[in-house]
């Protein structure tokens, strides 16, 4: 009798689970799902883009797949995403729930937090402040020389030796936001200081890897003493070092005299004290730590993919000298404007930007109502996931869409253009500000 019961709930919570992957009438094609996983099984967890690129000559540059139960849109090529994330830009400004990032997040800040009245408060202030700061504007250029100073007498020590610039590269990155976010830099030695860099790093693989998507597509193995739990920790290891530093910030700020965006957000925390207002100190340490975290990683990769792209290609490299030189001459100071006399050194920068491919898959989208695309019908809160990396090497519209060629950004005169399908990062509403500051200004 037992055995009997038991096999029936099996087969009841099999079908049940199977109807749960159905595709609804009209919705984006794609491969058939298994019950429980999904199409996981079909996806290379680590680098799915091989398996994604397969799937669109498949079924379309609009299609879907399920992870665990939960039906994903994919878009592909540059069409497909501009028309989403662009054209209809509010209707797919969501973001997806229930994610291992939003476990993370505590569904605050606003890099992942779902558009809305708290995401528009957050993202405004978010911005005004770091324009206010210099973020993008020349006033920027002594904090990025500072840094530049410490990070070059760091690298003289190793005198020709074999080393690896990961780690100097990430503190200098980490050190100009710092300076910005918490109004001060810190020793490259500096203990807390290390551990922060670490846990956000840790925190993004974790997110971006095998067992975030496990995390996300089985929701019944959450509890499990597994990897992902390490993103937790992390986590409040982050709040807790960037909530001492808020608590010294309130114990030594004068009103009126603003150092950084903390006093920023605590002169607005006053003004805001009596309203029902998204200005408390929980979404301060989760809008600190997404601001950091968006700016560092992608830096300092690329950073590193600079260094290894020039080193392979010495004679881009030789131009690159060669164009510094001569707009600069002997003059060892430089400025921002510096930059609008070098097309091809602008070139080569965006063209590591698109070859690195930091971000492949950007940050997940959602439908913020029901919608059409390419004539499919999306329900409201459909994920939908931007494949970037698509876009970077969208054959309809690069020169040379794969390989590392500055020509890319050089129209037949030699000047500098940035294509429309330059999305190295995102595209869409919802955009990181450190990163929306960035296309703002370039």
Not at 257 to 279: A, C, G, P, T
Not at 320 to 345: A, S, W
């Amino acid at each position: 009798m037992f055995v009997t019961v038991l096999l029936i709930c099996i087969i009841t919570f099999t079908l049940f689970q199977a109807l749960k992957t159905r595709r609804f009438r009209n919705f984006p094609p794609g491969p058939l799902p298994v019950p429980f996983v999904g199409n996981i099984l079909q996806l290379n967890l680590r680098n799915p883009l091989k398996d994604m690129k397969k799937l669109s000559e498949t079924y379309g540059n609009v299609y879907s797949v399920f992870i665990g139960s939960t039906p994903v849109v994919i878009l592909h090529g540059l069409q497909a995403v501009k028309e989403a994330l662009v054209t209809q830009a509010v209707e797919f400004a969501g973001r997806p729930q229930g994610l291992l990032v939003n476990d993370v997040t505590e569904y605050k800040g606003v890099i992942i937090v779902n558009y809305g009245t708290h995401w528009k408060e957050q993202r405004r202030f978010a911005l005004s402040t770091l324009r206010n700061f210099g973020l993008g504007k020349k006033s920027m250029e002594a904090r990025i020389q500072e840094e530049v100073a410490h990070l070059t007498e760091s690298l003289e020590k190793y005198k020709g030796q074999i080393m690896s610039p990961h780690t100097l590269l990430h503190n200098a990155v980490s050190n100009v936001i710092c300076s910005v976010l918490l109004g001060q830099r810190f020793s490259y030695n500096d203990i807390s200081f290390q551990e922060m860099i670490h846990c956000v790093s840790e925190n993004l693989r974790l997110i971006n890897g095998p067992w975030g998507m496990l995390y996300d597509a089985l929701p019944i193995i959450r509890p499990l003493p597994l990897p992902y739990r390490k993103a937790i920790t992390n986590a409040f290891k982050v709040k807790s070092f960037l909530k001492s530093i808020v608590e010294e910030h309130k114990k030594t700020r004068i009103r009126g005299e603003v150092r950084d965006i903390i006093d920023s957000y605590l002169e607005e925390m006053e003004k805001r004290k009596n309203e029902q207002s998204s200005f408390d100190n929980e979404n301060l340490t989760i809008l600190l730590t997404d601001l950091f975290a968006a700016g560092t990683d992608t830096t300092s990769s690329t950073l590193r993919f600079a260094i290894l792209y020039l080193m392979i290609h010495p004679d881009i490299q030789a131009k690159c000298h060669q164009e510094i030189d001569t707009v600069l001459g002997q003059n060892k100071d430089f400025n921002f404007e510096d930059r609008l006399n070098m097309p091809y050194m602008q070139a080569t920068i965006h063209e590591i930007q698109r070859f690195a491919d930091v971000v492949p898959l950007g940050v997940f989208h959602a439908t913020t109502k029901e919608t059409h695309l390419y004539g499919y019908k999306l329900p409201k809160n459909t994920t939908v996931i931007a494949n970037l990396s698509s876009v970077l090497h969208d054959e309809t519209q690069w020169k040379f869409p794969h390989e590392f060629n500055p020509s890319n950004f050089l129209n037949s005169q030699g000047e500098f253009i940035k294509p429309e399908a330059f999305m190295p990062f995102s595209a869409g509403k919802p955009t990181a500000p450190f990163i929306h500051l960035h296309f703002e200004n370039h």
